[in-house]
């Protein structure tokens, strides 16, 4: 999710303001550590969600990471 803020260029705060999340809940999402884990899947989606309607698609498979979605 750090990668996907960090591509659209917006700030923690304003992506929890989006979400209507807490910034210290987008910092546990953004960790490496098994602080992410703490998250719900709920909150998960919104925060997704936010992303995804900026432009953002997350990819999987062999290439796993994110990338603005093409016109």
Do not use: W, Y
């Not at 303001?17 to 992410?36: G, H, Q």
């Amino acid at each position: 999710m750090r990668a996907a803020r960090a591509l659209i260029g917006l700030s923690q705060a304003e992506l929890a303001r989006r979400a209507s999340v807490s910034i210290p809940t987008i910092k546990r999402c953004e960790s490496d550590s098994e602080r992410a884990a703490v998250v719900s899947a709920e909150t998960q989606d919104e925060i997704r969600a936010v992303l995804e309607a900026e432009g953002v698609e997350f990819t999987n498979g062999n290439h796993p990471g994110v990338r603005l979605r093409r016109p």
